[in-house]
């Protein structure tokens, strides 16, 4: 087992190894509180770090860029900005889903649809049928 600078009693009592809470401040506990709280996960550093990026996942209501993304599905997900002059885009999400790539800018929602849709439920939308309203 690697060491810990925590220990945790069975009564549920715990402490760190050469020092005294009555000596510490508020800050210090507060610290010693969340060291504890992550050696008790016995995770490591490293998974630490892979369950973060995980969490940093491409989601809906996420704004990348100034884009809120809308809609994601199959690898695909699709966003708006009113401020850009091209407000739509249709991005490729990267592999570990945690960021984006491969933009493709439209003026209209209905083209960004027809983007989206092409790409992300491998369908073609008739240009005439597609939703129209921005």
């Not at 009693?9 to 060291?35: I, Q």
């Not at 092409?118 to 049928?129: G, Q, V």
Request: aromatic residues 12%; proline residues 3%; glycine residues 8%.
């Amino acid at each position: 087992m690697k060491h810990r600078f925590t220990y945790k009693e069975p009564s549920g009592a715990w402490g760190v190894h050469g020092e005294e809470f009555r000596n510490m401040s508020d800050t210090m506990y507060g610290a010693m509180c969340k060291l504890l709280d992550y050696e008790e996960t016995r995770l490591s550093p490293d998974a630490v770090e892979h369950i973060q990026h995980q969490l940093k996942e491409v989601h809906t209501g996420m704004k990348i860029q100034d884009y809120e993304i809308f809609g994601i599905f199959n690898g695909y997900c699709i966003a708006f900005n009113r401020k850009a002059p091209e407000p739509y885009v249709v991005w490729t999400i990267d592999s570990n889903k945690c960021g984006v790539h491969n933009g493709r800018y439209s003026g209209t929602k209905a083209e960004a649809v027809r983007e989206f849709a092409e790409h992300a439920f491998k369908i073609s939308l008739d240009e005439n049928k597609a939703e129209t309203a921005d």
